[in-house]
């Protein structure tokens, strides 16, 4: 059960200085959910210093260190034969004790400071400075010379032995019995099998860490005209994060050897096998770094100029950004396959970026507003997609480019007496973007590293929003949106060795007209409130429909579609898996209690006219709720198609599919209650 308990203080001291803080600890185990845990500590510092009405600087100070594990992806086989849509095969017993293979740990601090000043009558000056300096570890199972230990690897599920039925129908039994050495990760297993070998590990537990270093800073002046408002500066980032692997738990053995083990079996490159040749065969202790350690580098710089103009009910505004990016990889090892490409600076990228913008609202009485925005923007892609192997290897993908967008909107606005309605049309256009995937090419049986490209989306669609206060105390309010999300166009897929850096493959995903990913094209809520001498309450029903499984884009090239035996087969690859609709409905209440500063009685105060300055400063806070009130335990929270295939003998022949896909359910009903004090 998770726990929390918040915490916050402000005072005003001389010569113009003011503190404020505030704290907030969570921790708690998942009531629905093995082996989730969080512990969480959110802390917040605010110094500022007036020096006088023209000036004030001011500190602060956010951090959030955190532990908490995370839940993995499974399939509909899984979940079926454990009966449990919340399945989690990131967890096993150590004797005898729960514990996650999937952790997050995670403490970066940001400082910021920022300075106002008035320049002149006309003229202010805002500087703001910023630093975050921390670390992001996520741990995860390693496996050397052997196969995956993840209890939901299609090699250990029954349906992997539907040919042998004496296997298939014990292996069935183990998982109907939610036998957790089956179910599960079985770490005695793993440690007893690291404890047989002459103290190397087959089996580990590692992580993935980000060492974050982010420095920006920005200066904007603001002159008022004497038709409007004109805004320009200039911002300069700085972003050098640092990636290695580093081991967290041998589970019983005394090393490793720091090689690349998914080469051993192959004859040609099982001579090639060092992960670092500046440092070969070295031995790998628990808190070494090991397989990967490189860091990328990003500097930004960003001049921006913003217009706006108030008349007489109209708003404008227009704006413009440009600016310059240099990203680069610098790697710390020398991989044995990349001996020429992998350690040092690799060739710098270079783009330059823009936005423009255009917006405006027109006020035509006190009932009626109109607006709309039309934007043009070119953003650089994450630095991770400009490489084809970013953890070991220099080698740029060909032909970098940044991600074009184009975006309109139009809204209008009625309100009268007790009504509220905003509708609004939306379009947004993504061209040319971009991703790199690694996975396991079933076709040429080898890793391989998958670059898409020319990866272009839109969305658009009308949402409408309202409210109507029906009665004393009483308000309903209704949103719904109904848009279309798809693929506008077929990406061109280009598939690598991910050991020779070769091209296997080349072609288009035929993606053109499905819908974008776990993004519903039909989302309503609507609700009642109640608010009331500090009583507030509520109930509201929220749908979501036309929800698809996100789609492999490579199980869409050619390549794959030929080894369908009928059109049939080639459909069901094809075919995009709907998502089922979802449904749910919440309900909340809420009472505040305000103290009298002196006798601690009950304080019922109407926020009125003179009354209002007697606002007392202790208040109790008691609220409960319920999500998900009619237990719905079949919702699909996420849902993404596999990009590997496999195989289906049978009387007629053999029939290729693809692996299944793999899903994440919502939480069914839950309870919330929490109690707050404030002073």
Known sequence: ??????????????????????????????????????????????????????????????????????????????????????????????????????????????????????????????????????????????????????????????????????????????????????????????????????????????DRVERITHASLRGIVTTELEQGELSYGVEITIANNRRYKQMRDLLGADHIVDLDYFLQDDSTLANMMQNNLNAPSRLIYEHDRFGYDYAMRRDDIMAYASYLYKHNGLELEASAQVGYVDISRKGFYRKELFADNSFGVSRHIKFTPYALYVGGKYIINRNHLVEAKVLAEAKCCDSEDLFLQSQYNNRVVDNPTLRQGYGAEVGYLFSHLNVAVKATLFGYITLNDRGVNHIYDDIAREYSDVVISNLDYARFGLEVKANYNFARHFTAYATICLGRYMYINNARVSIYSDAYNTLIATGLGQIDNLSLGNVPQIAFTAGVSYRNRGWTAGVNANYQGLRYVEPSVTMRMERALTLAASPEERTAMMMQERLRDAFTLDIFLSKSLYLDRLGGKIYRVKFKGATAQHRPSRRLLFSVGIRNLIGANNIVDMGIESSRIKPYRSQYGTIYLRHDSRYLYAYPRTYEASISFRF
């Open 1 to 206: 059960m998770p726990y929390s308990i918040e915490a916050s203080v402000a005072h005003r001291f001389k010569k113009g200085w003011s503190f404020a803080a505030a704290m907030t600890a969570n921790t708690g185990r998942d009531l629905f959910i093995d082996g989730l845990y969080g512990n969480a500590l959110d802390i917040k510092a605010l110094a500022i210093k007036e020096f006088n009405t023209r000036h004030r600087l001011s500190l602060s100070l956010f951090a959030a260190p955190s532990i908490r594990s995370t839940r993995s992806l499974s399939t509909a086989e899984a979940f079926r034969l454990t009966g449990n849509n919340l399945y989690n095969p990131s967890w096993g017993y150590q004797n005898g004790k729960m514990r996650s293979s999937r952790v997050r740990r995670e403490i970066v601090p940001t400082m910021v400071a920022t300075y106002e000043g008035v320049v002149s009558k006309s003229t202010r000056l805002d500087i703001t400075a910023s630093l975050a300096l921390g670390v992001k570890r996520y741990s995860g199972l390693d496996w050397f010379g052997t196969q995956t230990p993840m209890p939901d690897n299609y090699h250990y599920l029954p349906s992997y032995f539907a040919d042998e039925r004496d296997i298939f129908s014990a292996v069935e039994m183990a998982w109907l019995k939610n036998d957790t050495r089956y179910t599960q990760i079985d770490f005695d297993r793993l440690i007893a099998s690291n404890k047989l070998g002459n103290g190397e590990a087959l089996y580990t537990i590692s």
